[in-house]
């Protein structure tokens, strides 16, 4: 066989160009096994698989219990409500919370002119338990300083989701898209050590092949006991899928499993209810109604993870929020409905994710939807919640139009309550942020004994 | 300042930057002085930054870190054009786009969603799938394909010395922008080749019927 015209062949060498030939394969196989060495030293150098560390308090982590005897929150049931944000006629959406060394607590949360803008914003605000009081919140992450940062172009900010890990670092990961809607996400990660004063340069995390578009974060990353993070990513894309990346300390994606396919659920939840047990809970994007939370279990650490079924929870494909308790049982909160997002509910499981039951009705609207739309009683209601909310509120008119900024179409004003962020401190008091009306961030504080209260009433109620 | 990570990921930018600018250069007819000038403004004008960012900060936004194999192949084209040397190997060329083809297939459509199993994970140092990728290189260097040898060589060094911020050895080796190069090259191969066969095939015929009308 002759090489074609204008090409080099093996053939078309000629006998005095054999040594430079023979030199160039020498090199390259050289090159080989330089290469593949160093290769093969790489992947043996890692470290083997980690168990789950599993959290006492929660999501946060790193930090000596503080309970003990008479403690305010194991005496009296409690129960508060509040606004996190105070900025009128903005997005305000996504809230995540972590404890700090110091007992306070640190939310995150987007906000800007609309969702998806160009002007969002990773705000940051603290709350002092022992004052009970939300500290103005200032911004952590834009997309100026985000470009700088990365050295490279990046258009806007979405969903944040924080950890405070065993070693006292705070991580908080964000997504950025770069083109076109949320499809183009790819995400984000700062680190700060001195539990968010200040903030280090921005790490891009790689988490698919193709351009590294379309990985989402929104719940709770978990740690393990190596020290590497378990981040729950999903993809919006088609049906969407969700998936763990694992993230080493300096902040690279070091491996990933898959926990869904497309159509089987996304956004996981990820409870560790042990070193090597976790459940994940799913909203059930790409499912036609009537929809219903996804579950996938692992026993090995997240290695593998069980086929998701569909479980009995209602949901209208929106966020779940879940911890593991210490006392092994379960807790969510999420959208128990079957359209929209006009009710929220905390829910409850003995029999780790088995069966559930609703303890409490955080918010609940559907009777208001399901009557034909009055915008004086849809403002009205509006009003009546800001302030039942929170006690301080005085100007509530300025609730309803900012939630009338976010809320109307076609033809009518809706209500939604998303997005929950749940943990549980060392002082064993649980905080729950959530979405109100896409406008404001709202907080909820409650104790165990309140929670022990709802779950034994709602117990009797079942039995009567 | 940037990290070396950054770095590296704006440098293969700017290859891409001043090889576009190169070909641009050779379609209006520049001669190689011409061209090797297109290619220093080039390179400067895409790493300055004008702004924020270099213009190759804006490319690495859109297409994120190019792959070694991309980054090899740009440079032997732009060598090439530069100083006017030799094509690259037929066979190798086409060894290695036989190979990206494939492996892109397998890799993006899994990857992206289909079935259960991610082959993106393997990148995350499997030994096995470094053992299939030496196997792969060590053929290429037994049968004279350079192309395949030496990009996966580097791609495997550069990965292993962490080059890029992703620690995922895929992405050293493959990236959707010279999958699809390589994909549309070997369609266009076929189509090239079908429509030589189908010629041959019509005069054959021609010919046969022009025998038996004698």
């Known amino acids: 066989m002759s090489p074609a015209p204008g090409t080099v062949g093996p053939e078309s060498t000629g006998r005095g160009e054999w040594a430079p030939r023979r030199r160039r394969r020498a090199l390259l196989a050289f090159l080989t096994v330089l290469a593949f060495g160093v290769g093969f030293s790489k992947s043996f150098r890692r470290s083997p698989p980690p168990l789950f560390r599993v959290s006492t308090t929660g999501h946060s982590e790193g930090l000596s219990p503080r309970r003990g005897p008479g403690h305010p929150s194991e005496v009296e049931p409690l129960l508060r409500t509040g606004f996190v944000s105070r900025r009128h006629d903005v997005a305000a959406h996504a809230a995540s919370l972590v404890e700090l060394a110091d007992g306070r607590l640190r939310a995150f949360w987007f906000s800007g002119s609309a969702e998806g803008a160009l002007d969002v914003v990773i705000l940051s605000a603290v709350y002092d338990p022992n004052r009970g009081e939300w500290s103005d919140a200032r911004t952590v992450a834009e997309p100026e300083g985000t470009r700088r940062g990365l050295w490279r172009h990046v258009t806007k900010l979405g969903n944040p989701t924080a950890i405070r890990t065993a070693d006292g670092t705070l991580w908080l990961f964000y997504v950025t898209v770069t083109v076109g809607g949320w499809g183009g996400s790819t995400v984000t990660c700062i680190r700060s050590n001195d539990d968010g004063e200040t903030w280090g340069p921005p790490r891009r995390l790689i988490g698919t092949p193709f351009f590294n578009l379309n990985t989402l974060v929104r719940a709770h990353p978990f740690e393990y006991t190596d020290g590497t993070l378990g981040l729950p990513a999903y993809r919006s894309l088609l049906l969407g899928l969700s998936e763990t990346l694992r993230v080493d300390r300096r902040g690279a ?89 006009d009710a929220l509910s905390l829910i409850v499981s003995d029999d780790t994710g088995a069966t559930w039951r609703r303890v409490h009705r955080l918010e609940d609207q559907v009777a208001e939807r399901e009557r034909s739309f009055d915008d004086d009683r849809w403002a009205q209601t509006v009003e009546a919640l800001a302030r039942a909310t929170d006690d301080t509120v005085t100007d509530a008119m300025r609730y309803v139009t900012s939630s009338r900024r976010f809320m109307c179409w076609e033809s009518r004003c809706h209500f939604d309550f998303s997005y929950p962020s749940l943990v549980r401190t060392r002082g064993g008091d649980f905080h729950l942020l959530y979405s109100w009306n896409r406008a404001y961030i709202k907080h909820v504080r409650f104790n165990q004994a309140w929670l022990d209260e709802r779950v034994e009433d709602t117990r009797h109620a079942r039995a009567d | 300042m940037p990290a070396l990570t950054d770095l590296n990921g704006l440098a293969g930018a700017a290859v891409v930057i001043v090889a576009a600018l190169v070909t641009a250069g050779r379609a209006i007819g520049l001669r190689r002085s011409g061209l090797a000038l297109v290619a220093g403004v080039g390179a400067v004008a895409a790493l300055v930054p004008i702004g924020a960012l270099p213009l190759a900060g804006l490319l690495r936004g859109v297409v994120g870190d190019l792959s070694l194999t991309t980054l090899v192949l740009l440079l032997v084209g732009l060598r090439r054009h530069l100083r006017a040397e030799e094509p690259v190997d037929n066979r190798s060329m086409f060894a290695l786009q036989c190979l990206l083809a494939v492996g892109g297939l397998a890799l993006y459509s899994l990857a992206l969603g289909l079935g259960t199993w991610d082959p993106y994970r393997l990148g995350y140092g499997d030994p096995w799938f470094l053992a299939a990728l030496l196997a792969v290189a060590l053929t290429a260097l037994a049968f004279d394909l350079p192309l395949v040898t030496f990009g996966l060589a580097v791609g495997v060094l550069a990965w292993a010395l962490e080059t890029y911020e992703s620690r995922n050895l895929w992405d050293y080796l493959l990236d959707p922008l010279v999958f699809a190069w390589a994909f549309s090259s070997l369609m266009l191969r076929g189509a090239g080749a079908l429509v030589r066969g189908h010629g041959r095939a019509t005069e054959t015929l021609l010919r046969m019927r022009a025998g038996s009308s004698s």
Not at chain 1, 265 to 287: D, E, F, I, K, Y
Not at chain 1, 324 to 339: F, H, I, S, T, Y
């Open chain 1, 253 to 341: 994606v070091i491996d990933k499993q898959r926990i869904s396919t497309l159509g089987r659920g996304s956004q996981p939840a990820v409870l560790p209810t042990g070193p090597s047990t976790a459940l994940a809970l799913m909203r059930p994007s790409g499912q036609e109604p009537p929809r219903r939370v996804t579950l996938s279990r692992t026993h090995d650490a997240g290695r593998r993870w069980t086929r998701p079924t569909r479980t009995p929870l209602v949901n209208p494909d929106a966020a779940i929020e879940g911890l593991a308790l210490p006392d092994g049982r379960l807790l969510a909160v999420l959208n128990d409905v079957e359209v929209e997002r």
